[in-house]
């Protein structure tokens, strides 16, 4: 990926974050498997998005811990409030909103598409295979890991 | 005057999130209806009057532009002021929701103080008559009670 088009993905999920979550993202610069936490469950969110006639996705992995503060920071609620479809429906508005506000800035002029996100446990695929991918954007968080990638299953 | 409002999106999380933004921004509201899909809006509309719709465009069965298009061609739902709540910021999709008559848009991620300025804003301009007209009524009320005082 492009320096200066990660950078605006880094930029926009800090502010999607900091104003929806009040959740601070701190880029980690090596790899993502430097950040792995093996302790933890994970989460997976995907949408899949066109720009002009091109086909792609966005895939976020997260920690169990971080998903569910998302969501009680999101509805203002405590987590013990919670239970697991609204913090899977607010893993699904994430990565429609990061998607959407990032084709807002990369390619304002463009029209895009956007699918209908999904959101689920990791079950099939073993977190820290997934972590070696040298493609993710890696965040630290006072709650854990948060990876995103573009275009992987 | 209260307002009767509609939350249109597909997120539960999101509608909750925006129904307490409302709540907050001291809007005054009558009745605050939730609908998962542009579908669930056409069937609220057929029960209930409802004086401002807030809707997402990215819904399943029917989108956020759909229903805005299908409310323009209807002559009673027509004037109901339609602002879109979307994470879709493209300078394409804006101008496509103007010219479908959308009051107003908002973009995801948003903070509390722009829902509170455009919906005041888009209530204000599409009801100033019946504001106006309130405001008189009130006052003639209260002058008509001060004469039976004396």
């Not at chain 2, 007209?133 to 003639?140: A, F, K, S, T, Y």
Request: aromatic share 8%; with cysteine.
């Amino acid at each position: 990926m492009d320096d200066n088009v990660k950078k605006v993905v880094i930029g926009s999920m800090k502010e999607l974050f900091e104003k929806m979550f009040f959740i601070f993202l701190e880029p980690v610069a090596g790899s993502a498997a430097d950040a792995f936490e093996s302790a933890s469950d994970y989460y997976h969110a995907a949408i899949g998005y066109a720009v002009d006639a091109k086909e792609t996705s966005v895939h976020f992995y997260l920690t169990e811990a971080l998903a569910w503060r998302m969501a009680g920071n999101f509805m203002g609620i405590d987590i013990s409030s919670l239970d697991e479809g609204q913090v899977l429906d607010t893993l699904r508005e994430t990565v429609n909103m990061a998607v959407g506000s990032l084709l807002g800035e990369i390619n304002p002029e463009g029209t895009a598409v956007l699918g209908m996100p999904e959101s689920g446990r990791v079950i099939d695929v073993l977190p820290e295979k997934l972590f070696d991918d040298p493609s993710f954007i890696t965040f630290r968080t006072s709650s854990g890991v948060l990876c995103m990638t573009f275009d992987k299953l | 005057m209260a307002f009767n409002i509609l939350i249109a999106d597909d997120s539960e999380t999101m509608r909750a999130v925006i129904k307490k933004t409302v709540v907050m921004a001291g809007v005054p509201t009558g009745e605050i209806l939730e609908a998962g899909t542009g579908k669930e809006v056409l069937e609220i509309l057929k029960k209930t009057w409802v004086d401002v719709i807030l809707s997402d465009i990215n819904m399943p069965e029917m989108s956020g532009m759909d229903l805005l298009r299908e409310l323009k061609q209807d002559e009673v739902y027509a004037n109901i002021p339609v602002i879109l709540i979307t994470t879709e910021s493209s300078l394409a999709r804006m101008e496509q929701a103007r010219n479908l008559g959308a009051a107003g848009y908002i973009k995801k991620p948003f903070l509390p103080e722009t829902i509170k300025q455009i919906l005041l804003e888009v209530l204000e301009k599409a009801y100033a008559h019946k504001i106006e007209h309130e405001i008189l009524e009130d006052r003639n009320g209260v002058g008509a009670d001060e004469e039976m005082d004396f």
